[in-house]
């Protein structure tokens, strides 16, 4: 898995970076570990939401697969917190996903039983 971190309005720190590393390496065990051509961008920022809010910073990551693109996006008043939201959001759309297609081929499987119960082998 490649990563591209892109730092906007902030400068990225050893220890951003390595925090980074560590949310991410967790979304390892919900990809496929053959595929070698998954790739995430990820955005950390801070923007002003006005005078009285203060800073808000800001985590984004695109996450894009050999046949999916997934996307996440979190705001909060802590830089750490807002990577510990999207990494929360981009695993859980991720195993959603993974799960779908796992009750999709079940589905299948089902589909063809019923079809194999209602033919009747002969036998001589």
């Known amino acids: ?26 979304l390892g065990k919900f990809l496929n570990p053959e595929d070698t051509s998954v790739i995430a961008d990820v955005e950390v920022g801070m923007t002003k939401r006005g005078q009285n809010t203060g800073d808000i910073f800001k985590a984004e990551i695109n996450l894009h697969t050999a046949g999916k693109s997934f996307r996440a996006v979190s705001e909060a008043i802590d830089l750490y917190s807002a990577i510990d939201e999207m990494q929360e959001k981009i695993i859980e759309e991720v195993s959603q996903y993974n799960e779908k297609k796992t009750h999709l081929i079940r589905r299948g499987g089902q589909k ?12 001589r």
Request: net charge positive; glycine share 2%; proline share 3%.
């Open 112 to 123: 063809i039983k019923e079809m194999m119960k209602g033919i009747k082998f002969f036998r």
């Open 1 to 26: 898995m490649k990563f591209t971190i892109k730092a906007t309005n902030i400068t990225l720190t050893p220890a951003i970076s390595d925090y980074l590393d560590k949310k991410l390496s967790k």
